[in-house]
Structures are given as C-alpha cells and as structure tokens.
C-alpha cells in the first residue's frame, strides 16, 4: 500500500528542510573545495572547468560554457588562465578549422587527479561511519535531486524569481 499523497503544507515545510540542508551543505563543501582546489593555484571554477575537459574530451569553448553554465567571455578567461598555466591548450578543430578544440595536456591531467583524489580522500572520511545501505540511499537521493533541478532547468524553467510580485525578474 502506497504512502498517503502529502499534503501542500506538508509539501512546503519538506522544501523549507530540503533548502536549508542543501545549503548548508552547498556551503561547506563551497569551502571545502576551495581550502582544496585553491591551494593548487586555480581557482575552483578553473577545477570545474578541467574536470568537464577530462571527463568528457575535447570541447568547443561554447560547449564547454553550456556544461560550465557559464556565458562566453567568462569561460574565455577561466580558459585562457587555464592556458597559462599550461594545463589546457587549444588545438584546431578536426571537424572545423575555423573553430578550437579546448584539450587538457598531461600536466592538467596530473593536476585534476590530485585535487580529485584529495576530495575523494575527504568523502572517505564523511561516509566512514555510516552504514553501505545510508551511503548508497543518500548517493541515490542526491542523484535524484540532481536529475530533477536539471529537468527544471531544461524545460526553460526559471532559475530566479522576482522576490515580490511587483519585482522586475533577475532573468529579464
């Protein structure tokens, strides 16, 4: 027998505890990663960056963007320091020569699996005391969230909303 629907108060205190607890935890692991990431002189959106370039291959700078979330100009220059610092580089597309294929180069490679490995090493000792059935449930509810905010976002679902009725939209 399936659970009784909740109830849209019920429905609006569980949201109430789901922000602020995905907050908190968005905050922690905020600094969390950048006591990690930044001490490797690269910024954590620059991280992000190369993770997206080594999990997914070469990318276009706009297709990298679209994965970053981020607008053009400010994917040029989390890419261009990437560049600098030699841990990306842009080579001619194979499928247009007028377009760039942004690459990690064996340095960034080393790179990304060091500060990958060190958070890693930090989840270690997050789940250590929680029992293989909670660490999976928990990995699978965070999954699941994912999956749905990304639906949202993907239907053209708004990501701001005007504070008060009157209020211009932030996406205006």
């Not at 600094?31 to 960056?49: L, P, V």
Request: with cysteine.
């Amino acid at each position: 027998m399936a659970p009784p629907a909740r109830t849209a108060p019920d429905l609006r205190q569980d949201a109430e505890r789901l922000h602020a607890a995905v907050s908190q935890l968005v905050r922690l692991y905020q600094f969390r990663d950048r006591d990690t990431i930044c001490c490797h002189d690269i910024s954590i959106t620059q991280c992000h960056a190369l993770e997206a370039l080594v999990e997914r291959g070469p990318l276009r700078s706009q297709a990298l963007a679209a994965a970053l979330m981020l607008d053009k100009s400010t994917t040029t220059r989390v890419v261009d320091a990437l560049v600098r610092k030699g841990y990306v580089e842009r080579r001619a597309d194979p499928d247009d020569a007028r377009a760039h294929a942004l690459t990690v180069t064996a340095p960034g490679r080393r790179l990304y699996r060091r500060i990958n490995e060190a958070l890693i090493d930090q989840q270690v000792e997050v789940l250590r005391d929680l029992e293989p059935g909670i660490r999976d449930g928990a990995t699978e509810v965070i999954r699941r969230l994912t999956r749905a905010a990304q639906s949202r976002l993907g239907a053209g679902g708004a990501v701001c909303t005007p504070l008060a009725a009157d209020a211009p939209s932030c996406c205006d």
